[in-house]
């Protein structure tokens, strides 16, 4: 019975030791990798109005070269007291690793249904943020592979839209993209929304230039800049295409409008 339990190899056969780690044939050691992770491409963005909010994604899901299917949302409704979310005032964009994506939207969802059904009343969307940022940073050790972003209406009917990073950092911003194809859409962002760089023609030379007066864009401006922003980057990024689902929340509920896009 002891042999069972012996390091003896002779008498309980090969044994694995760290002081003896495998090796390949040029007598390097072999090194053992568990990567859970995967990138399954896509974009989203997302830009508050005065008293709405735009939340846009493709719907391409990838893996390297391959594309797996066509139609993959990854803009959700979030909160809603029936399956269809038809009174939903929050929404979720997730992209990354879409298995990880699908996990946080389904867990962000169940705590939005709780709070309703213990307070009679639905989270607000500062509320829903700070639990995400929870969530998130409870799982920093093993963290989502994934980009959120976070929109709905405040207290007071204005756009909010919220960004995190993967443990649960997050700021409100006026706007904000990310996934494969987020630095190619947010310096266009930067400039059309938050009106970076943009100068009153004939105001001066050099820094005596006067800064355009940033102004409130209206829901038609902002649903054309999110239109010419994907445009722009699946000529530029394989990743990034096929179809454009935009959700746009205001005091009346969640629109959602899907636009094809290029498919090559």
Known sequence: MSAMFSQNPVMNGPNYSFSEAPTTANGNFREHRFNPYSDNGGSTLAIAGHDFV???????????YSINTRMSPKVFKIGGTTS???DA????????FMADGEALKDRLDAVCKMYQYRHG?????????Q???????????????SHAILGGLDEDGTGAVYSYDPVGSYEREQCRAGGAAGSLIMPFLDNQVNFKNQF???????HALQERKVVPLSRHE????????????????IEVG???????ITKDGVEEILVPLKKD
């Open 54 to 64: 735009v939340v846009a994604g493709d719907t391409r899901h990838t893996s390297g």
């Open 84 to 86: 269809s979310q038809e």
């Open 89 to 96: 005032r929050i929404v979720l964009s997730v992209v990354g």
């Open 121 to 129: 009343k639905p989270i607000t969307v500062k509320a829903c943020a």
């Open 131 to 145: 639990r995400l940022a929870t969530i998130l940073y409870g799982k920093r050790f093993f963290p989502y592979y």
């Open 200 to 206: 009153v023609p004939g105001s001066g030379e050099g």
């Open 222 to 237: 902002v649903l054309n800049l999110v239109k010419d922003a994907f445009d722009g980057a699946v000529e530029r990024h």
């Open 242 to 248: 096929d179809g454009l689902q935009m959700m746009i």
